[in-house]
Structure formats: C-alpha cells, structure tokens
C-alpha cells in the first residue's frame, strides 16, 4: 500500500509529492492448479530451474529419424569391416605365404575398429538425445548437447519472443512429419533453431499461444 505525503514548499515552487514504497512486493497469487503443475514439472524435469508458478507446457525431444540415419550408417560400416574379417579369414586380403598368426592378427584389427564403430554410435545416440526444447508457461529453454562432454543451455523469456515459425523441407519431412523451430528475439535479432522437431506445426502453435497469453498477462489453458 502507498502513502503520500505533501512537502512544504514556496509559493513561488512547485509542490513534490513523495511516494512510499513497500520494502516488500507484493508476490502475485498462484493458483492451486498452478501450483500442482509446478510441482509436477519440477518432478518430471529436475534438470530445468523453474521459478515459483512456472511449469512445462511442452517437452520436445528431437525426431527418431536422427537415430535411423546414425544407425544406418553405423551398420553399413559394421558389416563393411565385417566382411573384410571374413575375406581375411579366407586368405582373400592375405599375401601367399601369410601365416594364419598374421590374418588372425589382421581380424582382430578389424573387430576392434567394428567395436569402434559401434561406440562411435552410441556417443552420436547420446549427443543426439541430448538437445531438448522445452516450453513453459514464461520461457523457452533449449539444452544443446554439442559433444559426449560439452553442452550448453539457452533460455529466452516469452516477452522477448517477436517471432516463431517452423519449417518443413522435402518429401520426407513432410510425410513423416517432422522439421525445425525457429524463434527470433527482440532488440538484439537473435534467430535460434531446433532441428529434427516432431509435429512442429503443434509445437508452434503451443508457443505462439503461450506467448501472446503471456504478453496480454492471461492464464494461459494449454498444456
């Protein structure tokens, strides 16, 4: 609550008015159905730092179609190496002469380069997973996972969000339904981008609606 009160001035000098402000501010209401999506998001995702009231509207892990393109190429070249170890064990990749020591020394070469592969694949898996986009009802966080060791996170606030659209490139993004996010910010003209994104049209239209409620300050009933 403001009190006021009237400084004593010259006839000649203009009145001052001095405003007291409380120390406190006063913390907006949270509703119980708010509350219990708070807690729940807290629950479900513990990596995110939600503030008081703000909850997941959206969770997006990035389409299957990734994995199937990096496991395809994990097992050409699986099956590549492997039929190397089987012409060497025949003495097709062998010198005359070789001992059998010499070829069985050269498969186990070519084993541990197929265990190889096959690591290589699983830390794509990880690093592919990794990156996530997750819509609350106040902000946009996209954790961006560049190695098996190195990650980052980007948050942006829903006031800042001039701009989002999504794009579908092709006849297999069109039928299976998937493609990439864009967002552009206020002020400073920074475009992120979220790729592999399945059903963008919905996640679009999550946040578009998210973010003109949040602007016009309404409850926002989505999610």
Same mark, same amino acid.
């Given at each position: ?12 000098? =203009? ?10 501010? $006063?913390?907006?209401? $949270? ?14 995702? =513990? @990596? ?8 997941? %509207? ?6 299957? %179609? ?12 699986? &099956? ?7 012409? #060497? ?24 380069? $197929? &265990? ?5 694949? &699983?830390?794509?898996?990880? &690093? ?6 997750? /819509? #609350?009802?106040?902000?946009? #966080?996209?954790? $961006?996972? +560049?190695? /098996?060791?190195?990650?980052?996170? @980007? ?15 092709? !006849?297999?993004? #069109?039928? +299976?339904?998937?493609?990439? +996010?864009?967002?552009?910010? @206020? ?15 919905? @996640? ?15 409850? %926002?009933? !989505?999610?």
């Amino acid at each position: 609550m403001r009190s006021a009160w009237l400084a004593p001035a010259p006839a000649d000098q =203009p009145q001052v008015v001095y405003m007291a402000r409380p120390h406190d501010p $006063i913390k907006p209401e $949270i509703s119980d159905i708010v509350r219990q999506k708070h807690e729940e998001s807290k629950r479900l995702y =513990p @990596q995110l730092n939600l503030s008081e009231g703000e909850y997941v %509207i959206s969770a997006v892990r990035r389409h299957p %179609i990734g994995l199937l393109q990096i496991w395809s190429v994990v097992v050409i070249a699986m &099956v590549a190496i492997g039929g190397g170890i089987a012409m #060497t064990l025949g003495g097709q990749f062998m010198p005359s002469g070789a001992s059998t020591a010499s070829a069985s020394w050269l498969s186990l070469l070519l084993l541990a380069l $197929i &265990v190889l592969v096959f690591l290589g694949g &699983v830390m794509a898996t990880v &690093v592919y997973d990794g990156n996530r986009f997750f /819509l #609350t009802n106040e902000s946009v #966080t996209q954790h $961006i996972q +560049l190695s /098996l060791f190195s990650k980052k996170e @980007q948050t942006i606030s829903l006031i800042n969000i001039e701009d989002a659209s999504f794009r579908q490139h092709g !006849i297999i993004q #069109t039928f +299976l339904n998937y493609g990439s +996010l864009r967002l552009s910010t @206020q002020g400073d003209e920074t475009t992120y981008r979220f790729n592999f994104v399945a059903d963008p049209s919905r @996640q679009i239209t999550l946040l578009n609606d998210a973010v003109e409620a949040f602007k016009n300050g309404r409850p %926002i009933e !989505i999610g």
